[in-house]
């Protein structure tokens, strides 16, 4: 367990003592960012609950190398989505009270967590932000920033939660050796099922055509050329997880197993984030979600079962609003200045996210 102001990484003139809140002018903006291995999403919101502007963005999973500008490939996604809220907005960055950026890997490598941390120094000119990783996002929405846990299952997937000053997370270890339950790892075991029903080593089933016609291939084995040769890349890969959510409506009773397991290996990260963040077995622990493969019903339906076998008493949430908006939120609350009660029950009639 580590203190869960150790998950992010204030600008150095942004740490300021604890004090009480104050509530900010109704024109005061916050900058939310949520990146993500697909998408960047970016949003500011005003202090009486309202969207001011959003745009989204290419993902921002680093490269492998900083590169010439030092950001390992983050800048100009985020100069490009930061420069056109701010003008859909009428605003300029001088005027953001203060912004969170929750950007993959940041908090994985030193040297890259340092080049995230002073990036938006760069974009802001001012140091009134705090960076993060992305699953803090998807906490800050998921909960409103409440404590316990948010289940986060795209491209890839891990478990991130709060309590009592103390923060927790579990997977997103990534797609080599685990993000068990995310579209990347469901995609990669249907098409291990699609080889062994080539192969006659498993009876074939709606997998094997929905694969075949989803690829355009003129043998299986040019499967071989299209995923490994063809430049699908991890996202491409990923997005193939969609294609099994399809044999499944098929009734492929393969299908059917891998999302099955998906939501039970979901269910698990959330039990040991509880167990990380101290909640006794008796005690209630809210769990919620974000990401795409929730929306895959046989995925949420094993999560929530999943969770409802477990030995501790879950209370599973319907996600209060997107990572985006969970992310400008978490500004405003860094600031001193989070929104009122008021803000958030507007915010939330025009932003709920849908539920699966």
Known sequence: MVPAQDAVRPAREAVRPAREAVQPAPDTVFLGVDGGGTKTAFCLVDAVGSVRARATGPGTSPSDEAGDDGSYGTLPVLADGVARVCADAGVTVADIAHAFFGLPAHGESPALTAA?????????????????????????????????????????????????????????????????????????????????????????????????????????????????????????????????????????????????????????????????????????????????????????????AELGRLDARFDVRPPLYEPVIGAALYAASLAGTPLDEAARTALRSRDSPPAP
Do not use: K, Q
């Open 116 to 304: 995230l941390d002073a990036l938006p120094r760069r974009l802001l000119g001012h140091d009134r932000y705090a960076v993060g990783n992305d699953m803090v996002c998807g906490w800050a929405g998921s909960l409103g920033l409440a404590a316990g846990i948010n289940v986060i299952s795209g491209t890839g997937s891990m478990a991130y939660g709060e309590r009592a000053g103390v923060s927790a997370r579990t997977g997103g270890w990534g797609e080599l050796f685990g993000d068990e339950g995310s579209a990347h790892w469901i995609a990669v075991r249907g098409l291990n099922a699609f080889t062994r029903m080539s192969d006659g080593r498993l009876a074939p089933g709606p997998l094997a055509g929905v694969l075949r016609r989803h690829l355009g291939l003129g043998s299986d084995l040019d499967v071989v050329g299209r995923v490994l040769y063809g430049g699908l890349g991890r996202d491409g890969v990923a997005a193939l997880g969609r294609r099994v959510t399809e044999a499944a409506e098929l009734g492929d009773s393969v299908a059917v197993s891998i999302l099955d397991r998906a939501g039970r290996e979901l269910a698990l990260l959330a039990d040991a984030a509880r167990r990380r963040l101290g909640f006794a077995a008796a005690e209630p622990v809210p769990v919620s979600y974000s990401g795409g493969v929730f929306a895959a019903r046989p995925v949420a339906d094993a999560f929530r």
